[in-house]
């Protein structure tokens, strides 16, 4: 196939996940809209359809809560093949969704949009800003206390069961869950999946947030988990930069959001871990480091956060396999190398990577990702995530968020801004 019958297939992948202003990640393993997901759909949407680009953000944001939460999934329409549903969640809202939110990317990805075609998308992200901005503000007050941005459920990293997790994990008591029945291993091989015990914890997590409302409060003082991670707060920082830039654009006062972004700056040393050499997640209620080295430290790049010592290490991971960024250490013991974000690479986190590789100037790294991300789709399709060994395919198929970036970031047909 050359690469111009990749890019058409590709943009037939955003039409056949599209569900009429909002699109799903995949059929099936994924049947709604998920929050970071949209956003990379409306980038990828955007390298053909400018209009249906600022509709996904519309449609996602149209499901704010009044706190200025954007949720981790809406609920649009009933869906049986998927769990844990609305009914689970219990959230109280219309449209139905989850309780947690995800990585904040659609301020970074908007003004890529806008910037890209400006006329088209003015007004638009004229009515999107202060949403954004509702959802920023979120963020500062209920995720960034300590200085850092913390997490209440693994869903919310986006990066479930990443080793990050571990020292929080190990705290959360999923024994008195209930009988459930898991949906995606009867969508994808189980052994590429969190592990039950894994589920039992998230249940837990969902639960406590459900029996006190969602009470954010309450959540963040007694909730099973609290942990601060690295990729969410240089994601923020970068979204807090690119919200001011957008706000500028339209004559906006965006000094609070400045203040937002140096609070989190100031407060990086509160991950940074002396004896691992890197930024790191850290559980918020013990002190403990979860000393891993995963693709959440390779984000600082993306927030403009350099360091010389880390960067030794960061390389040596990445010189550890053969395609892409792995989101684990090849070298630590809980590797592995196709279970979801216990090793394998993602062509979507590599894309936000190499935004970062770019603006620092790193020409010559950002050039072997993108060279090593087609690869990988060229040789496995867009699938979900990759065996960053051999590249063997993993997760699901017909994947959103793959055939966006390729289209924005990875074809050598992309434009590129």
Known sequence: MSHEDFDDRARQILRDNDRGGYTIPTRGLYPYQWNWDSAFAAWGFSSFD???AWTELETLFSAQWDTGMVPHIVFWKPDPGYF???DVWGAGQEPATSGISQPPVAAILA????????????????ALYPKLVAWHRWWHRDRSAEGVVAITHPWESGRDNCADWDPGMARVDGSGVGDYTRRDTGHVDASMRPSKQDYDRYLA????????????????ANGPFYMADPAMTFILIRAHRDLAAIGRSLGEDVSEIESWCADLEAGLERIWNADLGAYDARDLRTGEFANCLGSGAFLGWLAGIENAEMEARL???????????????????????????RGPTWPVVNALIA?????????????????????LIERGGFFEYFDPLDGTACGGDHFTWTAAIWLTWASPNARRI
């Open 355 to 375: 935004m970062g590789f770019a603006d620092a100037g790193r020409e010559a790294e950002e050039a072997r990702l993108r060279r090593e991300t087609v690869e």
């Open 84 to 86: 844990p549903g609305p």
């Open 315 to 341: 390389m040596a991971v990445w010189d550890g396999v053969r395609y892409g960024i792995p989101s684990n250490d090849p070298a630590a013991s809980e590797f592995n190398p196709r279970r979801y974000w």
């Open 205 to 220: 997590i969902l639960q406590f947030g459900r029996a006190c409302g969602w009470d954010q409060a309450e959540i963040v």
């Open 50 to 52: 400018i209009d249906r």
């Open 111 to 126: 003004r890529k949009i806008h910037a890209a075609y400006p006329d088209a998308g003015e007004p638009r992200l004229r």
